[in-house]
């Protein structure tokens, strides 16, 4: 029975081979484009370095573009024997490789970038190749010197509003770069500085630091809930926004590059892949009679498993990144995307 590949131009160029309904399940593969690396195409495929090292006899991170490399390995019909893992990253710590970043490191894991330096000890941004980091544990409290009784010092040690750390806005800077290097979202930013909108200029000072007082006009909602409203007015604000690879910002997105951000924006953090948020204890499944407008549609296409995403705007229709139109809106009703169709379902209260 000869095997039909099925090529789906959705969430970048991803080549899969696979036998539906059986058992069998050829070497999914990736030719290498250029500026890719080893890391950056293991995350694309939820592989580990190592595995794809593995499989492709590498004894180095060095690769070449136009090189094919197996991404996933395929299944035989009789067990194999499943190689030996040597990850770099253990369940407490992870091995810096070039390219990486705190915040790419710090989004993998589910911290934010202050919490990973301060679990590291660090004062600054900067990191380097072959680096160990503890990417798990809690944060003790630095321990204070006691206080005499009677003293001016007892006076100083009364709790007291602390003022907030600003920064002073520099050409080039935009609210999503600000609020990356401080470990905020971009909904906390503007609230600290009550703005409405997006736009800030050079020499604006913002506070950076310290906790936003509701109004009392503001509506009383969970803080762990996004409001409907808001994810979709933002997502649409992005329609238009071409696909990039690994995309994370405005500049350009990938499918679950862009749902990661939109909900940042209402103050909420998502898993990075589409598969990691689908497997989120946080996301309940609903039926598709009782899906509401904020929810997350999730579709079956290049290999089993949810692989791409997008979040319900009503009316049968979501707002998603394809990888040939970018940020756009779609029927779940097309032809295409109702075959592929695999559940709805909601962040939790």
Not at 31 to 42: A, D, N, P, Q, Y
Not at 95 to 113: E, F, H, M, P, T
Not at 206 to 231: D, R
């Amino acid at each position: 029975m000869n095997k039909t590949k099925v090529v789906t131009a959705v969430c970048g160029s991803l080549i899969g081979a696979s036998l539906w309904g059986s058992s069998v399940f050829a070497d999914e593969l990736h030719k290498v484009k250029s500026g890719e690396t080893l890391w950056r195409i293991s995350t694309k495929y939820d592989a580990s370095v190592s595995e794809i090292k593995s499989w492709n006899k590498l004894d180095s991170n060095l690769i070449r573009v136009g090189q094919t490399l197996v991404v996933e390995k395929g299944t035989d019909a009789a067990p194999q024997t499943q190689p030996e893992k040597t990850e770099t990253v253990s369940a407490t710590t992870y091995k810096v490789q070039s390219g990486d970043s705190l915040w790419a490191i710090a989004n993998r894991y589910g911290l934010s970038v202050s919490e990973l330096k301060e679990l590291n000890g660090l004062t600054s941004n900067v990191i380097y190749s072959g680096q160990n980091l503890t990417v798990t544990g809690e944060v003790s409290p630095k321990p204070s010197a006691p206080v005499k009784k009677g003293t001016s010092e007892e006076q100083k040690a009364e709790p007291k509003q602390e003022t907030n750390d600003t920064y002073t806005v520099k050409s080039g800077d935009s609210l999503w770069v600000i609020a990356t290097k401080y470990g905020i979202s971009v909904a906390h930013l503007k609230n600290l500085n009550n703005l409405s909108s997006n736009v800030i200029h050079s020499g604006q000072k913002l506070k950076v630091a310290g906790e936003v007082t509701p109004s009392p006009t503001q509506t009383s909602t969970n803080n762990n809930t996004a409001s409907s409203s808001g994810l979709i007015a933002e997502a649409k604000k992005h329609i238009g926004t071409p696909y990039q690879w690994g995309g994370t910002s405005p500049a350009g997105f990938d499918c679950s590059g862009f749902l990661q951000y939109v909900f940042a924006q209402e103050g909420l953090s998502i898993p990075r892949t589409v598969a990691s948020i689908y497997a989120d204890s946080r996301m309940d499944s609903v039926s598709g009679s009782n899906r509401q407008v904020g929810d997350l549609v999730f579709f079956e296409t290049y290999k089993p498993g949810a692989s791409h995403a997008g979040i319900y705007v009503g009316n049968n229709s979501f707002i998603h990144t394809g990888s040939t139109n970018g940020v756009e809106i779609s029927s779940l009703s097309s032809n295409y995307w109702s075959q592929r169709y695999i559940g709805t379902k909601r962040l939790s209260h």
